[in-house]
């Protein structure tokens, strides 16, 4: 009798092999049933340690997001207010320039698109799924499609984003450059068929 998809689950949630015994569990069926490989274990291993550890730290800082938004000191509506951001445009980007004063926590909304960032003032922690980092001014960094920041301002701060768009309404901008969810985030692979044609030249 197969085994159901909900029942592997059930076996993964409850019960998951060690990376030992998936390794032993990996090298058996695949003599077993003379299975051809395009990965190596350690690569399949090392993206599903990723992957839970994304899905950890998403599932957390949602929790935490909703935690902050429900405590006696959030502020709420006042959010806007105590950060006041500025609004620039140039031939097809748009600049967002945020003020935060000290002794802040924030989490951010989730970036749908890749783009850079800018700390013109200050010094802040971000804590991001990539892990923990203090930053001070002046500092240039990107944000990837996906990110989701955990921010706590440890003096007053200037944050400058930078995105490219065609739109020229505050609203539309947002559509294009937030997601409301993680579930739809729409990440495209890079292309790197044009990094390949020039290895291939330089050889």
């Given at each position: 009798m197969g085994l159901s998809v909900a029942s592997i689950n059930k076996q993964?949630?409850?019960a998951p092999l060690t990376k030992e015994q998936a390794k032993q569990q990996f090298i058996?069926?695949?003599d077993e049933l003379g299975i051809q490989h395009v990965f190596k274990f350690e690569d399949a291993w090392d993206f599903i340690e990723y992957k839970r550890k994304q899905k950890d730290f998403r599932e957390t800082v949602t929790k935490f997001e909703d935690a902050i938004n429900k405590h006696e000191n959030s502020l709420g509506k006042n959010l806007h207010t105590v950060n006041p951001t500025k609004h620039s445009f140039a031939d097809g980007q748009y600049i967002r320039e945020i003020h935060n004063p000290a002794g802040?926590?924030?989490?951010?909304?989730?970036?749908?698109?890749?783009?850079?960032?800018?700390l013109m003032?200050?010094?802040m922690t971000i804590v991001t799924e990539e892990g923990v980092e203090e930053i001070s001014a002046p500092y240039q960094g990107?944000?990837?499609a996906?990110?989701?920041?955990?921010?706590q301002t440890h003096t007053d701060c200037v944050f400058i984003t930078v995105h490219q768009t065609d739109k020229l309404s505050i609203e539309e901008i947002e559509?294009?450059?937030?997601?409301?969810?993680?579930?739809?985030?729409?990440?495209?692979?890079?292309?790197?068929?044009?990094?390949?044609?020039?290895?291939q030249e330089m050889n």
């Open positions: 993964i949630e409850t058996d069926k695949t802040l926590i924030l989490v951010t909304k989730i970036h749908a698109k890749t783009h850079p960032f800018f003032k200050g010094k990107i944000t990837k996906g990110v989701k920041r955990v921010i559509e294009e450059v937030i997601a409301s969810s993680f579930h739809k985030l729409k990440l495209t692979v890079p292309d790197t068929k044009h990094i390949k044609r020039l290895i």
